[in-house]
DNA sequence: GATGAGCGG
């Protein structure tokens, strides 16, 4: 075992002869640019490119970590400046974990049912098929949603052709014998579905008393709104309008009331009012286009 | 001044 001594990493071997050289770097807005190379199932070279905006989060680091990485560097690396060096060191991003119900843990190779999916998805490759009416439409804008989304669930247990022949008819309880579970908005597509429709179908969220609000700084958050105009009434959905690539706010955002009236007080009370030495504008939304 | 993202392979 007296070796010679071999100073590169087998590893650096490896990536040398693999790949191209990868790329790392941050442009003036902040987005990083990675760009990896690697070989697909067929052997094949894929180049990979990443585009990661900044994050808006002040302090990500713990402070014990912050300390850490002033250290000097040894080994190696010694003299080296601080911080990791993209060449030599991937730098993970935070990661949030989150966990929701029903979620598989392990969840494995897909089962033969997945197969047929593929094959339909391959049938139609490049294609928009509806899964509710096979129309060439994206199921979220087909014609007959509100008819037929409730009757997925219920078509298990009742049979495909009864419920597409007479759809808004009333396939109604017959589901609650079937043994599945309903939920209680998917109840009863034909009658009983009136009541809770206010749910599902085209109502719903979308039309909630919304208010736009313009002119506000472009790092206002989502919570700073909550918090300015939750004095008014509860406050159902805020959303910043922001840069996709940097994530910046364009300088307006929607703030939805569940209460109507409590919007109008929010305009009467916030609209041309001072708020981070910008003058606010507040109005009422003009909805949203089209979205079914 | 500004009227949302993403879903769906």
Excluded at 102 to 121: D, H, R, Y
Excluded at 240 to 265: H, I, L, N, W
Excluded at 274 to 289: A, E, F, H, T
């Amino acid at each position: 075992m007296a070796a010679s001594t071999q100073k590169t990493s087998w590893a650096d071997d490896v990536d040398e002869l693999e790949h191209p050289k990868n790329e790392d770097f941050i442009d003036e807005n902040g987005i990083r640019t990675v760009v990896e190379y690697t070989v697909n199932d067929e052997g094949k070279k894929v180049k990979i490119t990443r585009r990661i905006k900044r994050t808006l989060q002040k302090s990500i680091v713990e402070h014990t970590v912050a300390e850490r990485q002033k250290w000097a560097k040894f080994g190696a690396e010694k003299g080296k400046k601080a911080g990791p060096d993209r060449a030599t060191t991937t730098v993970g991003e935070n990661v949030a974990l989150k966990l929701s119900a029903g979620n598989k843990v392990g969840e494995a190779e897909p089962a033969p049912e997945e197969n047929v999916k593929q094959q339909l998805a391959r049938a139609g490759a490049g294609k928009v098929v509806c899964r509710l009416c096979k129309g060439d439409h994206f199921t979220a804008k087909c014609p007959y949603k509100d008819t037929l989304a409730g009757l997925e669930t219920a078509d298990a247990g009742l049979g495909d052709d009864d419920a597409l022949h007479e759809p808004a008819a009333a396939p109604a309880v017959g589901a609650a014998s079937s043994g599945k579970y309903v939920p209680p908005s998917m109840r009863g597509a034909g009658g009983a579905r009136v009541a809770g429709e206010s749910m599902r179908g085209s109502s719903g969220r979308d039309d909630l008393p919304t208010l736009r609000v313009t002119n506000i700084s472009e790092d206002t958050q989502e919570n700073d709104l909550r918090e300015l105009f939750g004095i008014f009434g509860r406050v159902a959905r805020v959303y910043v309008g922001r840069d996709r690539e940097t994530g910046y706010g364009k300088g307006f955002a929607f703030v939805s009331f569940e209460d109507r009236a409590a919007a109008q007080k929010a305009i009467d009370k916030v609209h041309g009012k001072g708020y981070d030495n910008l003058i606010l504008s507040v109005q009422w939304s003009q909805p949203r286009p089209e979205q079914r």
